[in-house]
């Protein structure tokens, strides 16, 4: 038994069959599959690369793993088929091998400042406690770690690095040791010109880029997941906090403006882009589509850079391989091509994971 699709397999943009075997891909006829589709344009599964499966709506942790399979299934059903979870209050490593779920690229716990951040999210560390925190939570997490670079510092006012910058830069390396790859929360311009010199892996949101940090990351290769859908409630952000933080206020609202105009000069420096929603917590799941509609009109991006920021490129990026022979059966059907009309991509005609359609 297996399943068999046919149509447009982007981005190689051709039509071809393949057979699903198991959780694989098989470009040989496998006898008496089911055929799910013989039309439309298949993608490879899509990527959210910046979700929060452990965060309940709302912003408190989720108490039991059905909560994150829940939430996770939101993102599954609109066409996201890999995760990668930038941090999680709570544990759940048994969901790497779930059926239900999208696979997963998992840090542990964010880290993060001293009763600065978010209540009750992050594993909150003090500079000199911060290397090995980092390394802890690399073992907790399956190749990621979630560094949380800056947040209000409610003395000053504003934004400020959530440690000194040596610290900081301490604690990358520590986990590139620790075998991790490092996400890093980074709104403000000098905790990311910082933390993109120390060798971070992906600049998360990244507002306060500047040309020279754009050119270094391009050097570096260094990637950006902007997260447009989060940056588009700074606004909202600013309003709550224009009474007793006005100077935060402001700085929020000037990085917000600013923010299409860099994505676009990150995305021509050659700085590659990946799609996150920042799902969990203040954001819906299911958004993955938006953000990809955000990409393209107001950062600029062509419709074909958007699919593979969404897609085959992200894929690549965490280690999940595409439809290849042997690959994963993770894909997207759409009944229109999205590279004509990048609103298809909100409904997708048929999702299949891990070998099995679930929409
Ligand atoms: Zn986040």
Aim: hydrophobic content about 45%; glycine content about 10%.
């Amino acid at each position: 038994m297996g399943l068999h699709v046919r149509g447009v397999v982007l981005p190689d943009d051709e039509i071809r069959d393949l057979w699903l075997v198991g959780d694989r891909v098989s470009l040989e006829p496998v006898p008496g599959a089911v055929t799910v589709t013989d039309r439309g344009f298949i993608l490879p599964g899509l990527v959210d690369a910046h979700c929060h499966i452990g965060i309940r709506p709302g912003g408190a942790p989720i108490e039991r793993i059905d909560e994150a399979r829940a939430l996770a299934a939101i993102d599954r059903d609109a066409g996201v088929l890999a995760i990668r979870d930038a941090g999680s209050p709570y544990p759940y490593p048994e969901l790497d091998d779930d059926p239900d779920v999208p696979r997963l690229a998992r840090a542990g716990r964010h880290v993060a400042p001293v009763r600065r951040y978010l209540r009750d999210i992050g594993v909150e560390v003090e500079a000199p406690d911060l290397a090995r925190t980092i390394k802890e939570q690399a073992a907790a997490g399956n190749g990621w770690v979630k560094l949380v670079g800056d947040w209000i510092d409610r003395d000053s006012g504003d934004l400020a690095p959530a440690w000194d910058l040596d610290a900081m830069a301490a604690a990358v390396a520590a986990a590139h040791e620790a075998g991790a790859r490092v996400a890093s929360h980074l709104f403000a311009e000098d905790s990311v010109a910082a933390m993109v010199r120390a060798g971070v892996d992906s600049v998360e949101h990244g507002t306060g880029l500047s040309t020279e940090d754009i050119d270094e990351m391009s050097r570096r290769g260094t990637a950006l997941v902007p997260t447009m859908v989060n940056v588009a409630t700074f606004g909202g952000i600013a309003a709550r906090a224009e009474d007793k933080f006005p100077g935060y206020a402001a700085h929020m609202r000037r990085l917000s403006d600013r923010f299409p105009a860099v994505v676009a000069a990150a995305h021509e420096a050659g700085v590659p882009i990946y799609v996150g929603s920042d799902a969990g917590g203040g954001i819906e799941h299911g958004q993955a589509a938006e953000e990809m509609l955000l990409l393209h009109e107001k950062a600029g991006m062509s419709t074909e850079d958007v699919l593979r920021a969404a897609s085959w490129g992200a894929r690549a990026w965490l280690g999940f391989p595409g439809l290849v022979d042997g690959g994963l059966a993770d894909l997207v059907v759409y009944d229109a091509d999205p590279r004509a009309d990048l609103f298809i991509v909100r409904t997708p005609s048929h999702v299949v994971l891990r070998g099995r359609v679930v929409r």
